[in-house]
């Protein structure tokens, strides 16, 4: 018994010492932020001019969710049921100052411009209708389809730099021996691999941003649109002399 102890107090006190040693000496795991600096370190001077694209792209669409989400933004329904009541109640001039309650929005301008004209004539409102909608239906979409054009300028800087990382390996390969060629070859197409990953998530999330911002701006323009057409044929019914909320509501 005491023979098969000593054994195994022997094994015991050779094999900790080498567990000891393998812990120390496997490299320690880096943590978010010193993995994203080597990360941009390893890609080389190529991943710092995508960095400012990705900041060019985030500006782009910030701008723009909050331009069209919230500066622009109008709930047509209830807004457009409130002018239809002061219209068909003759109240032309309290209609035209609750358009002035939203200055930024491109509805609001749009049948604020028939409104002032509605003692003209059916001509005379189509006319301004038209004109205030052509002026204000590019402001909606402006600076999206810059997006399109920065997934592309990442994708090729990308590019660049993963060509120009694989022509530093293979040039640094001709100086070292046999034996450390495969590592030196298998790390610099890693490090190269990093422009490419970096400039391809960068296109990626520029298509999407501009996926979901040309939908939205599709969809307020055709809103505009469709209440420009609504507010002429109001005031079209109101000139053939319709004064009736209901009526109006019914055609």
């Not at 022997?10 to 080597?38: C, F, H, M, W, Y």
């Not at 109008?74 to 309290?94: C, H, I, S, Y």
């Not at 323009?221 to 909320?245: C, D, F, P, S, Y």
């Amino acid at each position: 018994m005491i023979p098969m102890m000593s054994e195994l107090l022997d094994v015991v006190l050779t094999q900790v010492p080498a567990a000891a040693e393998a812990v120390n000496a496997a490299p320690a795991k880096l943590g978010v932020v010193d993995s994203t600096i080597k990360f941009f370190k390893d890609g080389g001077p190529f991943m710092f001019v995508n960095l400012f694209w990705l900041a060019a792209a985030l500006a782009v669409a910030l701008e723009r969710i909050v331009t069209l989400m919230f500066r622009y933004n109008l709930n047509a329904p209830p807004f457009m049921e409130q002018v239809t009541k002061l219209v068909m109640t003759g109240n032309v001039d309290r209609a035209v100052k609750l358009c002035a309650a939203a200055p930024h929005s491109p509805l609001a301008k749009i049948i604020r411009a028939g409104l002032t004209r509605a003692n003209r004539g059916e001509i005379e409102v189509a006319k301004a209708v038209e004109e205030a909608l052509v002026e204000n239906s590019p402001h909606v979409g402006a600076r999206i389809p810059w997006l399109w054009s920065l997934a592309n300028i990442a994708t090729l800087v990308g590019l660049v730099g993963t060509i120009f990382g694989l022509i530093g390996t293979f040039q640094a390969l001709g100086n070292v021996p046999a034996e450390q060629k495969q590592a030196l070859l298998s790390d610099g197409i890693s490090k190269a691999m990093n422009n490419t990953a970096f400039a391809l998530s960068i296109a990626v999330l520029c298509i999407i941003f501009h996926l979901f911002l040309t939908s939205y701006a599709k969809s307020m323009v055709e809103t505009m649109e469709l209440h420009a057409l609504k507010l002429e044929n109001l005031l079209a019914r109101r000139a053939a002399g319709e004064t009736q909320i209901d009526e109006a509501r019914a055609a």
